[in-house]
């Protein structure tokens, strides 16, 4: 709903005189998880940059934890974007990535954070997949004295990952990024 009534207010409002080519943001990623039905979320940090008007090219790392193995969670996301070409500032799109996650049980983490954490583990189980979803980014004016402009990103997705675990995930993305 927020969603909507941000696009409503900015959607005739011309665009700037060049789209921002780089994005930088701050995000969660709530996930379900259906076959067992578990709940997760994960924090990201994540770059956009735009190689052409329709194509935006998109890196992310996440790290979180779901419940019902609980299990921590590190989230590497590399892919693109199919954006609309539309003028204004509200932006849909398609997305597709490559998917990796690192899992590894609350127990591995609490006792061996770093390399839990960062994939060095013998209990961390590595699982790669694909994430494909749509999505609607709104680019906020910047004002006449700024560099930089302010970017929402909402975006739903289906994440299939192989290996033993969970083989699907709906994940729901909300960012917040700076533009320049």
Do not use: N
């Not at 597709?96 to 609490?110: I, Q, R, S, T």
Request: charged content about 20%; glycine content about 12%.
């Amino acid at each position: 709903m927020l969603e909507l009534l941000v696009a409503s207010l900015v959607a005739f409002t011309p665009a700037s005189e060049a789209p921002p080519k780089w994005e930088v943001s701050l995000g969660v990623i709530g996930g379900l998880r259906p076959a067992e039905l578990g709940f997760g979320g994960l924090g990201f940090v994540g770059a956009t940059r735009s190689l052409t008007s329709w194509l935006r090219v998109e890196a992310l790392l996440g790290l979180g934890a779901y419940d019902r193995a609980l299990e921590q969670a590190v989230a590497f996301r590399l892919g693109g974007r199919l954006e609309w070409p539309a003028a204004g500032r509200v932006r849909p799109f398609l997305y597709l990535a490559f998917a990796h996650h690192d899992e590894a049980p609350w127990d591995a983490f609490v006792a061996d954070p770093l390399p839990v954490t960062i994939g060095f583990s013998a209990r961390v189980r590595h699982r790669s997949g694909v994430d494909t979803g749509l999505g609607l980014s709104v680019e906020f004016p910047k004002s006449k004295s700024s560099v930089m402009a302010g970017r929402l990103m909402v975006r739903g997705s289906v994440v299939h990952l192989f290996g033993e675990g969970p083989v699907r995930m709906l994940e729901l993305t909300v960012g917040v990024g700076a533009c320049f």
